[in-house]
């Protein structure tokens, strides 16, 4: 079974670009996270969807951060306009919500470099 | 809020060493807890987890034991490989279902 899916794997643009991260969750899985990973602050939770809604944006940065989930198969984080600060790796999760309990996996993470 | 510490890093043992990270935590109610692992360029994959105290995780040779009474669900594996280099990442989910971190600790397993 395909994990978590991720793309680009690797993205490099200049400041002022807008940036668009995919994700395509595990099939059936009725959540999905975005994460962001930097040196300086570790791992933390940007947004989550349930059910193809948004949930808690409280980590989303600021109003250059915008997610979707269009359908139970996809979902995209866009960053516009990017600055050098948000060079981060970006992760997608997805989880099956069962009974209380749930376990979220990871994709490979885009790398994002923004000059 | 919730919070993990984990044993600061970097970790460097011989292979077949003992290994020991250790992690603590702080939640309300009844926390579920994992521990992932990153691989050099690679993203996180679930290695085990706990969902309730008492419960041993475990999964290629790796354990860990929630220990409701210490806030405890410290990592051990009896012998160490090579291939186990990678950084280490306990984490815990509460009544708030985003996943909190700790800092990671860096595991390098020398032949």
């Known amino acids: 079974d395909a994990g978590v899916i991720q793309s680009p794997r690797h993205e490099v643009t200049e400041m002022g670009q807008e940036v668009t991260l995919r994700c395509k969750p595990i099939?059936?899985?009725?959540?999905l996270f975005w994460y962001r990973q930097t040196m300086m602050r570790g791992l933390e939770l940007l947004i989550y969807?349930?059910?193809?809604?948004?949930?808690?944006d409280s980590g989303m940065p600021e109003d250059r951060f915008s997610a979707k989930m269009p359908n139970a198969s996809f979902s995209t984080l866009k960053i516009q306009p990017s600055e050098p600060r948000d060079s981060a790796v970006y992760f997608c999760a997805s989880s099956l919500r069962t009974g209380g309990q749930e376990t979220q996996y990871f994709g490979p993470g885009t790398r994002l470099l923004v000059l | 809020g919730n919070s993990v510490t984990q044993m600061e890093g970097p970790v460097t043992l011989s292979e077949e060493a003992f290994l020991t990270i250790n992690c603590t935590y702080t939640a309300t109610g009844y926390p579920s807890l994992f521990w992932y692992v990153q691989y050099p360029g690679e993203g996180l994959q679930l290695l085990l987890k706990a969902t309730k105290a008492d419960d041993k995780g475990s999964n290629k040779g790796f354990e860990a034991t929630y220990r409701k009474e210490t806030t405890s669900f410290h990592l051990e594996k009896g012998s160490v490989q090579v291939s186990d280099s990678a950084v280490y990442f306990c984490?815990?989910?509460?009544?708030?279902?985003?996943?909190?971190f700790g800092s990671g600790t860096q595991l390098t397993v020398l032949p």
């Open positions: 099939s059936g899985h009725n959540s």
């Open positions: 969807f349930n059910n193809n809604v948004p949930i808690d």
């Open positions: 984490a815990l989910t509460g009544s708030a279902r985003q996943l909190t």
